[in-house]
């Protein structure tokens, strides 16, 4: 009998690199939340597909060259990571079209509700039961998109929310895969065939819906940051803070992105949330946290009890 290689999300490491991780995590959550800002002023100029055809690109040139050495490892990682891509670009897609028609802040706190589907889908698909505290954050989730999508005046739910709650359930989905395949394959050339392949598909889709044309100048920088700080930067950050604190203590620090939207979009644009938003958007990361950490404390007493 062979004896089991220590688990990443059991590192053993020194205090300052434990904090060193935590910040790393910090900074993600900041440059994703900032991003929503970033693309809701960018979509009144350029369409989502577009857009996403751009920022990819601009990540594609950033982060795969990093990665070809690792060219030999590509061939089983292919289908998937092209399996993985279909959900990272519906993802992308719904949240980008989305983010059209609702405010960052709504944007940011209903995609991170996307924590919650993962319990379920291992339940459904994988036969995995999910513990009280999944459960729990279920009903705070769905108690807080309640809050967060209702407008005050007359019960309509906002088609950019139903758009961006489609998003939700693809990166649901694109985190049971990825804890599923980022065990069998290297990391780096899987992350690099999604990022390439929904950059392709993007492009695809750009072109079928006419929406090529020129760039004005105003939206490179937003480009720019979209796709070498929000994709590559964050990517590799985040897989390098992984190795020196638990899954669970990361899955938690990300669960600060819809806190920084929210700051962001106030500070930036000058959105203010009602009181029923604020209420459901505590319900949300109450029910992100505890979802999110009772499915990583399973998975942390699954590989325990592993011969």
Not at 9 to 32: K, Y
Not at 175 to 183: C, D, E, K, N, T
Request: hydrophobic fraction near 50%; aromatic fraction near 14%.
């Amino acid at each position: 009998m062979t004896t089991p290689t220590r688990q990443p999300n059991l590192p053993e490491t020194q205090p300052r690199q434990h904090w060193l991780a935590d910040g790393s995590l910090l900074l993600i959550t900041f440059i994703w939340g900032f991003s929503f800002v970033i693309v809701k002023q960018v979509l009144q100029q350029l369409p989502a597909s577009y857009f996403n055809a751009l920022r990819f690109t601009a990540a594609s040139a950033t982060f795969v060259p990093f990665t070809a050495r690792q060219w030999r490892n590509w061939r089983p990682v292919v289908a998937p990571g092209l399996l993985m891509s279909l959900f990272l670009y519906a993802g992308f897609l719904f949240q980008a079209t989305g983010l059209r028609h609702t405010t960052p802040s709504k944007s940011a706190f209903i995609t991170s509700s996307s924590v919650i589907g993962v319990p379920i889908i291992l339940r459904i698909f994988y036969k995995r039961k999910s513990d009280r505290s999944a459960l729990a954050g279920v009903v705070l989730g769905f108690a807080g998109l309640y809050f967060l999508t209702l407008p005050a005046n007359y019960p309509h739910f906002d088609i950019g929310d139903g758009l961006t709650g489609l998003c939700a359930i693809a990166w649901a989905f694109h985190i049971v895969l990825a804890g599923q395949f980022s065990r069998r394959y290297p990391t780096l050339a899987l992350a690099s065939i999604q990022i390439g392949t929904t950059c392709l598909g993007f492009w695809i889709t750009a072109w079928l819906l006419g929406e090529i044309a020129p760039v004005p100048i105003t939206v490179v920088p937003a480009v720019l940051y979209g796709g070498m700080l929000a994709t590559s930067l964050c990517f590799a950050l985040q897989l390098w803070a992984q190795r020196h604190i638990s899954s669970t203590r990361a899955g938690l620090w990300l669960t600060t992105e819809p806190l920084f939207a929210a700051a962001t979009s106030y500070l930036w644009i000058g959105e203010r949330l009602t009181g029923p938003q604020i209420l459901g958007a505590l319900l949300i990361v109450a029910g992100v946290v505890l979802a999110e950490a009772g499915y990583q404390w399973d998975v942390l007493n699954r590989w325990g009890s592993d011969p």
